[in-house]
């Protein structure tokens, strides 16, 4: 993603999050259209394991349910991560980081090792005739849903201080969804592509379960070399 694109996308989520702050001392209902559409808007940004989502749906017949599941279960993983972090760090560390901080290197390295793993599986996996497990897809859901975000923590750090209980409840939710809603979009449309994929060279090849095994293969190799590509950039 451009730099000049991060940046606007990063202003657009400074002003929703100053309008959220507000309106989370107010205790208004808003507050959850704000937080979903901070979910939805932050995780078009980096970080949030669309390539590896998109390869994973690309290499593998999946139904839409499948990838509705995937991109719900690793989204409320994600907030309840984050609200686990900020619970850690205030009562324990006694510090809370700020909007603009970074996640623990550490801890992004292990949720990509997960997304590494589940690659892995997936390459194994086409090297098999039998039917594959969904050890993957839950691998996979677990590296994306345990990858930091330190716009999540301080937000529901933010909620927890300045608001009810319910209301915390309600932006963990809310934000779960945005988030869930764009990943959910990649995921569905990885499938949809693998579909048209199928009814294309369907009549054309009558082995088609060896090639769609070689399309799943070569995602898994893709899903590695994305989740080694990011661990190589991080600074410890």
Same mark, same amino acid.
């Given at each position: 993603?451009?730099?000049?694109?991060?940046?606007?996308?990063?202003?657009?989520?400074?002003?929703?999050?100053?309008?959220?702050?507000?309106?989370?001392?107010?205790?208004?209902?808003?507050?959850?259209?704000?937080?979903?559409?901070?979910?939805?808007?932050?995780?078009?940004?980096?970080?949030?394991?669309?390539?590896?989502?998109?390869?994973?749906?690309?290499?593998?017949?999946?139904?839409?349910?499948?990838?509705?599941?995937?991109?719900?279960?690793?989204?409320?993983?994600?907030?309840?991560?984050?609200?686990?972090?900020?619970?850690?760090?205030?009562?324990?560390?006694?510090?809370?980081?700020?909007?603009?901080?970074?996640?623990?290197?550490?801890?992004?390295?292990?949720?990509?090792?997960?997304?590494?793993?589940?690659?892995?599986?997936?390459?194994?996996?086409?090297?098999?005739?039998?039917?594959?497990?969904?050890?993957?897809?839950?691998?996979?859901?677990?590296?994306?849903?345990?990858?930091?975000?330190?716009?999540?923590?301080?937000?529901?750090?933010?909620? *927890?201080?300045?608001?009810?209980?319910?209301?915390?409840?309600?932006?963990?939710?809310?934000?779960?969804?945005?988030?869930?809603?764009?990943?959910?979009?990649?995921?569905?449309?990885?499938?949809?592509?693998? *579909?048209?994929?199928?009814?294309?060279?369907?009549?054309?090849?009558?082995?088609?379960?060896?090639?769609?095994?070689?399309?799943?293969?070569?995602?898994?190799?893709?899903?590695?070399?994305?989740?080694?590509?990011?661990?190589?950039?991080?600074?410890?």
């Amino acid at each position: 993603m451009p730099d000049w694109l991060v940046v606007y996308l990063g202003q657009i989520q400074g002003s929703i999050v100053k309008t959220l702050a507000t309106e989370l001392r107010a205790g208004g209902l808003g507050a959850a259209l704000l937080a979903f559409s901070l979910g939805a808007l932050h995780a078009l940004t980096p970080g949030h394991g669309k390539a590896a989502l998109a390869a994973y749906f690309l290499g593998r017949d999946a139904r839409i349910g499948t990838g509705l599941r995937v991109a719900l279960t690793a989204s409320l993983l994600h907030v309840l991560s984050g609200f686990t972090a900020f619970l850690i760090l205030k009562f324990i560390v006694g510090q809370v980081p700020s909007l603009l901080g970074r996640g623990s290197p550490g801890f992004t390295a292990f949720g990509y090792g997960l997304i590494i793993l589940s690659g892995t599986i997936m390459l194994v996996q086409s090297l098999r005739a039998q039917r594959p497990h969904d050890h993957a897809a839950r691998t996979l859901t677990a590296g994306i849903g345990l990858l930091p975000c330190p716009l999540t923590i301080s937000v529901l750090g933010f909620a *927890w201080i300045q608001a009810s209980a319910w209301m915390v409840g309600l932006v963990m939710i809310a934000i779960a969804f945005g988030i869930a809603f764009t990943i959910g979009i990649v995921a569905l449309c990885a499938i949809l592509a693998r *579909w048209s994929m199928g009814a294309a060279i369907g009549p054309r090849f009558a082995a088609l379960d060896r090639g769609g095994r070689i399309v799943q293969g070569v995602c898994g190799i893709l899903i590695i070399a994305i989740g080694v590509y990011t661990m190589s950039k991080l600074r410890f």
